[in-house]
C-alpha cells in the first residue's frame, strides 16, 4: 500500500489555507525516508494517492539529536486538534470554512504560532497591562440569577468582584448552604384547599373610618395547656389576583385568658404597632411556653383589604399541644366571632376547627414506597365496607385521624377512595358486639378533604380496637371503593396504632395497596411528621426561601457597591499606570537625550582632535612649503591655495563641532557664534554688533542654528566679495512671535532687477523658506544694502527631535 507523510506541524508552521479537507490531501517531501525526518504514515489507496494533488514540502532538514523542524507545508501538519478549541471548526470541515487569521498554525505553540495567530507579534508588557485594566475596569463576567421557590440556582462566577469582596464570597457560600438545606424541609403540596374553604367576615366599605375591630375566640371547655396558637391563612382567588393569604389581618394580637372577658389575659403576640406582612400560604405559628387557659382570641386591629374592601378570614386556626389541636372538631358553640359572612361550605366559622386548610397533612421529607390500603372494587356505592386497627391492648384513645390516599395512578385525584358517609366506631372487642360511635357521617355526604387530615375527638373512652365502616363509596372509574393512606390512633400525645395489625372485610393486596400499610407511618407521598415539628420545618423553609429570594438582590447591591470601589481603584491605578508610564517615557527621553548628547560631545571632541589637529597640520605644512623660495612660483603658488582652502575648511569643521555640542543650544549662544563669526570674516570691515537680551534664554534646535548660520555666513560672505563697504551693522534678535536677524552696510549695492550669477542668494531664500520665514534684500546701486531675516520661533516640541 502506498503511503504518506504523517508530520506534526510546530510553532514555525504557517501553512496557507488549502481546499479540501487538511485529512484527504498528500504532501510529496523530498526529504522523505532520509536522516532526521520523522513522520507516521496512514494508509491510503493507490487511486487516491495519485488523484491527490502535490504540493511543495519546505522542511527543513537539521542534524540528528536536534529539535527538527517538520514540513510546513505538510497537510498532516494541519491536524493539530483544532476541534478541541472551543469555537474551532470540525477536522473535516473546508479550510475555507476557518475564520480569518485562525490557520492551523494559530494552534501551535511557541512565539512564531501566536504572531501568525494574531497577525503581529504584541508585546506582554501591552497584554499583561490590557489584562489588569480590564480585570480593575471589572469587566469579569458577574451572573446574578434570582431564586424562585423549588428553582436550582444558576451558576454564578463573580470573577474580581468575589475577589474583592469577602461580602459577596459569604453570599455565595451561604446561598449554597441553603440549597443544601433546601431539600431537606418539608413544603406545602399544591391544591389542598377544600370546598370549605374556611371562615370569612362580612366585608366592611374601606370609606368607613375608622375601622372597627374584629375577633375570633375559641372555648376550649376546660383550662389547658396550650404550646402554640397556629393561624392558617386562607386561599381564595378573586379575578386575577392571587388568592393565597386572603383575608389575613393586617395588625393583630393573640391572648389567652382564663375568663371569656379576658381581663386577666396573656397576649402571646402583638402585631398592632406595624403592618404584618401577607404570609401568603405559610402558616403563622405564635409559640406560648408555659402559658395555659380555656379562651384563645384573635383580634384584628387592621384587615385585609382588596377591592375597596376590608374583611378578615382565614382557612383554620389552631390550638395545640403535645402534638395535638385541642381546637379540632370544636362544637359551633364553642366558637365565638365578631360577625360572619356564611356561605353554605365554603365560608362558614365551623371552618375554622374541620381540619381543612392548605397545609394537607404534615408531612416529613422522605418518599413513600407504598401508598394505603384499598378495598375490592363494587359495583354500586352503597355497598358496606370495613376496616379496622388492632391496638393491642385496651388504651385510652384521644384521637382518632384519618388520612386520606392519593394514587399515583389518579394524580389529580386527591383524597382518593374516601368514604363519602361513613362511621368511626371503637370497641374493646374484635366482633365491635357493643361499639361506641366516636363520629357519624352517615346522614349526608362528607366533602372531599382532598389531602386533608381528617380528625376524630374520642373524648374519654378506652378501646383496643377502632374501624372504620364506610356506608357510601367513592366512584373510580365505573366502580367503587374505599381507599385511605394512614389511620392513626392517638393516645397519651402518641400514635399507639403505628405498626399494629389491621384487618378488612377485603382488601387489594399489591406492592403499594395492603393493609399492613394503613398503618405503616406514611401517607401516600411522605413520611409522616407531627405538627410542631412540621411547623417549625415549614417555618424553617420559608425562611431560607425568603432569603435564597433576597441573596440576589443583595448581591447586586453588593456588586455595584463592589464596581463602584473597583471604578475607584481602577481610576487610581489607571492614573498610577498613566504616571509611571510618563515618567518612564520621560526618563527614557532623558535617557536617549543624555545618551545623544554625550554622543555628540564625543564627536565634536574626536573631529576636533583628529580632523582638526589634520587640517591644522595641512595649514601649517602648506604654509611653510609656500614660503619656501627654493619651490618654483607655481608650486608656491598651490601651496598658498592649499593653505586657505585648510583654513577655510578648519573654519567650517568649527562651525560644525560648534553645532554638535549639545551645551551651545541657546539663543545667546547662537549670538556669540554669530559675533565670533562677524569678528572672524569681518576683521577688514569696521562693523558693530547688536544682540537682544530678552530672547538669550530661548532654547533653539539645531536645524534652526544650522539654517541660521549658514544665511549669516553666506551673507557676510556676499558683503566682503561684493560690497566694498567701509563699514557694516548686524543685529540679532526678536519678539515673542519671530527671530530676526539684520545686516546692513554702505557698500555699493546692486541692482535687484538684474540677474545675479551664482546661487549664493537662492540659497539664502530657500534656508529662510525651510525654516518657515522669509528673506527681505533691500538694496540700490550706491547706497548700500540692508538683509533681514524673519523666521518663527521653532515649536517646543521640536526641540525632543533634533536630528542627529
Known sequence: MATAPDIIMTARSAAPPVAGPPMFRRTACPFRGRAGHRFRTPRFSRWHRRSLPRQRCRHRRVPRGRIRSPCRWSPWAQRSRPSELKGAPSQKASHAQWPKRMTPGCFTGGKAGRAAAAGRPVPACLLLSLSLLLQLAGCAPHTVSGKGKGEESDSHSGGLTEILSPELRQLDSEERNLQRELPTLPTIFPEQQTERIGYSGKPLSQKRMPQDSRFIRFDL????????????PADFAIDQDSGAGYGFPVRWRVEVADEASFEDAVVLADHTAEDFPNPGLWPVSVKAPEVSGRYVRLTAMKLFSRGGRSLLALGEMMVLHDGRNLAASLPPEAIRVSDSDEVPRSWSQRNLVDGQSVLGTPSGVIPARTEGFQSHPERTPDAVKWVQVDLGSELPVEEVRLLPARAGGYPLRRGFGFPLRYRVEVSVDPDFKSPIAVSDRMQEDFPNPRENPVVVRVPGTAARYVRLTAARLTERFDDYILALAELQVISGGRNVALGAPVSALDSRESGIWSTRF????????????????????????????ARLAEIPLLRQEVTRDVLRRISWWSTFVAGGLILITLVALRRNQLGRRRELQALRQRIARDVHDEIGSGLGTIALLSQMAGANQAHPPQVRQDFSEIHTLSREITESLRDIVWLIRPETRTMGDLAQRLRETAAAMLAAVPHEFEADPSVSRRELPLEFKRQVLLVFKEALHNLMRHAKATEAQVRVGGDLGKFSLE?????????TGRPVSGAGMTGMRQRASTLGGVLVIETSPGMGTRLRLEVPWPKRRSMTKQPF
Open 518 to 545: 394503613l398503618t405503616d407511618g406514611f401517607t401516600s407521598q411522605r413520611d409522616i411528621a407531627e405538627w410542631p415539628d412540621f411547623l417549625d420545618r415549614l417555618e424553617r423553609r420559608r425562611q431560607v426561601e
Open 221 to 232: 371547655g376546660s383550662k389547658q395547656t396550650i404550646d402554640r396558637v397556629v393561624l392558617v
Open 743 to 751: 545686516l546692513r552696510d554702505n557698500g555699493r549695492g546692486f541692482d
